[in-house]
T-cell receptor, first 114, second 121 residues
Framework: EAQVTQNPRYLITVTGKKLTVTCSQN?????MSWYRQDPGLGLRQIYY???????DKGDVPEGYKVSRKEKRNFPLILESPSPNQTSLYFC?????????????FGDGTRLSIL | AQTVTQSQPEMSVQEAETVTLSCTYD???????LFWYKQPPSRQMILVIR??????QNATENRFSVNFQKAAKSFSLKISDSQLGDAAMYFC??????????????????FGQGTILTVHP
């Protein structure tokens, strides 16, 4: 089954404790991205990747890192999480950054930073 | 930068009736893509319908249709014969092709704030 898998689905942690949210897709998609969803703001892009070893900042990259060492994986790293990063996070992928293909989303990760 | 505005934080509809969700956007580009996504309580993001700006014909998917008014930069979603399963948060989203003005968006989706739809039995 074609899917984007995020882990964990829920995480409660404390300020400053490094964490990684994993994202994996099995569709051989080139384009992957991370979004955060906050009430009244919709979804905002954090980082994106057009292919292996090609990543760039989205609209709200502060406090986050990403890497794309393999095509299928695109982890989101919070090196020193802070309470303002409490949010719902989505990983998404699509075949290519060009074109009209729909974006496939993971099921979301609810992060709470205390 | 492109912006997407959904001016209705909440809407409600009776089962079997029709409801329209509003979306407006701001862009200087002539070619782009527009989408409506549904997010039920399960949090999944489900693509409902999509529209290419250069196509004048409004997209339709079963009970879902759009009213795309390019000059007015409006992209509303009409749900006919509403069902209880339609209850969800709905997001409007804009995407410019990489070849568009500025050429740096690399296919980013810009989302509206969302509209919560309640369906009453």
């Amino acid at each position: 089954e074609a899917q984007v898998t995020q882990n964990p689905r829920y995480l409660i942690t404390v300020t400053g404790k490094k964490l990684t949210v994993t994202c994996s897709q099995n569709m051989n998609h080139e384009y992957m991205s991370w979004y955060r969803q906050d009430p009244g703001l919709g979804l905002r892009q954090i980082y994106y990747s057009m292919n292996v070893e090609v990543t760039d900042k989205g609209d709200v990259p502060e406090g986050y890192k990403v890497s794309r060492k393999e095509k299928r994986n695109f982890p989101l790293i919070l090196e020193s999480p802070s309470p303002n990063q409490t949010s719902l996070y989505f990983c998404a992928s699509r075949l290519h950054y060009r074109g009209y293909q729909p974006q496939h989303f993971g099921d979301g990760t609810r992060l709470s930073i205390l | 930068a492109q912006t997407v505005t959904q001016s209705q934080p909440e809407m409600s509809v009776q089962e079997a009736e029709t409801v329209t969700l509003s979306c407006t956007y701001d862009t200087s580009e002539s070619d782009y893509y527009l989408f409506w996504y549904k997010q039920p309580p399960s949090r999944q993001m489900i693509l409902v319908i999509r529209q290419e700006a250069y196509k004048q014909q409004n997209a339709t998917e079963n009970r879902f249709s759009v009213n795309f008014q390019k000059a007015a930069k409006s992209f509303s979603l009409k749900i006919s014969d509403s069902q209880l399963g339609d209850a969800a948060m709905y997001f409007c989203a804009y995407r410019s092709p990489p070849e568009g003005a500025g050429g740096t968006s690399y296919g980013k989706l810009t989302f509206g704030q969302g509209t919560i739809l309640t369906v009453h039995p």
